[in-house]
């Protein structure tokens, strides 16, 4: 199955790279700046906030690129594999829940969730792009 | 959605990537109205309406008016 690239997808790479790129230096760097600063009260909940932004941020730009996508079919098929994986992570969390709540299972941070949602854009992707094989034969 | 799609295309000797082109579309957004698994919004339809030069209603058929003919 190959299609032209819309110019939605690039706009949206070119949007996520360099914020992915601040994400992972927050992540990197809050350990040492909290040890460092040693906030208390607002300040660090400001500070422990940080790598948040850049995170919500790529889900602003998927918004955006949904928007932007000039193809209404494409868009359809992106917004199906985004629908797919929303699916799958809230399945997935659901269950880790009852697990830790009645059977000891290890604690997940929160943030698991949304980090979860991208790998199963994959699953979401090979379900789509299967569906559309399937149907073009 | 039934359509005729496919039939214009063919008798003006248009691949489905002529016809993305003519739209500014996909070839698989083509493909699926072609094949009816896709329903494209009134804005498209109108588009593709324009370029045969025909109306929507000779295009599309209506769900309810059922088989093309």
Redesign the interface.
């Known amino acids: 199955?190959t299609?032209?690239r819309?110019p939605a997808e690039l706009a949206y790479v070119r949007r996520v790279i360099p914020t992915m790129i601040v994400y992972l230096a927050l992540i990197v760097a809050l350990p040492f700046l909290i040890a460092w600063l040693r906030p208390t009260g607002p300040a660090l909940w400001l500070i422990a906030l940080l790598p948040a932004f850049p995170l919500s941020m790529v889900f602003w730009f998927y918004g955006q690129f949904f928007v932007e996508l000039?193809?209404?079919?494409?868009r359809?098929?992106e917004i199906r594999k985004a629908l797919i994986a929303t699916g799958i992570v809230m399945m997935a969390a659901t269950a880790w829940g009852f697990l830790e709540t009645y059977a000891a299972a290890p604690h997940l941070p929160l943030f698991a969730v949304p980090l979860a949602w991208f790998p199963c854009q994959g699953i979401g992707a090979l379900i789509v792009t299967a569906s559309?094989r399937r149907?073009?034969r | 959605m039934i359509n005729r799609l496919k039939v214009l295309r063919a008798e003006r000797g248009w691949s489905q990537g002529d016809l993305a082109e003519r739209l500014e579309v996909s070839r698989q957004s083509v493909n699926a109205i072609e094949t009816g698994r896709y329903d494209p919004s009134l804005p498209l339809a109108f588009r593709i309406a324009e370029l045969f030069a025909l109306p929507i209603e000779a295009i599309f058929v209506s769900p309810s008016k059922g088989d093309a003919a």
Do not use: G, K, Q, S
């Open positions: 199955m299609r032209d819309d000039r193809d209404e079919y494409i359809l098929l559309e149907a073009m």
